[in-house]
């Protein structure tokens, strides 16, 4: 049974930074597995920002790219978001998404659609003002 669990939201001002973490218990990571971060911002539809390969291969929403890096600790079964000159429009409810199956490998990359990750978190609030 996959849980996922994100910390590390909050608030902050425009131009700050957090860094979001993850971690994923009764997960395996295979070698075309995916995990990656999605966020909801308020009466918005779901959107993903970065997700990552089982290799470190990365993928970024184009509004985040040069802002956000998404890492990996797969020996603590751990990712993270590092979030840098945040912005109000960043402002929503972020996720933690698995696919351990490889429905969500592309080659040598990961969607960034969230169709093909099966397990998610709870979420975690990213207010910017």
């Known amino acids: 049974h996959v849980q996922l669990v994100e910390s590390g939201g909050g608030s902050v001002q425009a131009g700050g930074s957090l860094r979001l973490s993850c971690v994923a218990s009764?997960?395996?990571?295979?070698?075309?597995?995916?995990m990656g971060w999605f966020r909801r911002p308020p009466g918005q539809a779901r959107e993903g920002v970065a997700a990552?390969?089982?290799?470190?291969?990365?993928t970024y929403a184009d509004s985040v790219k040069g802002r956000f890096t998404i890492s990996q600790d797969i020996a603590r079964k751990t990712l993270h978001l590092q979030m840098n000159s945040l912005k109000p429009e960043d402002t929503a409810m972020y996720y933690c998404?698995?696919?351990?199956?490889?429905?969500?490998?592309?080659?040598?990359?990961?969607?960034?659609?969230?169709?093909?990750?099966?397990?998610w978190g709870q979420g975690t609030q990213v207010t910017v003002s």
């Open positions: 998404a698995a696919d351990p199956w490889g429905g969500a490998r592309f080659g040598s990359t990961c969607t960034l659609a969230p169709k093909p990750f099966g397990f």
């Open positions: 009764g997960y395996t990571y295979i070698s075309h597995s995916c």
């Open positions: 990552i390969a089982n290799d470190g291969s990365a």
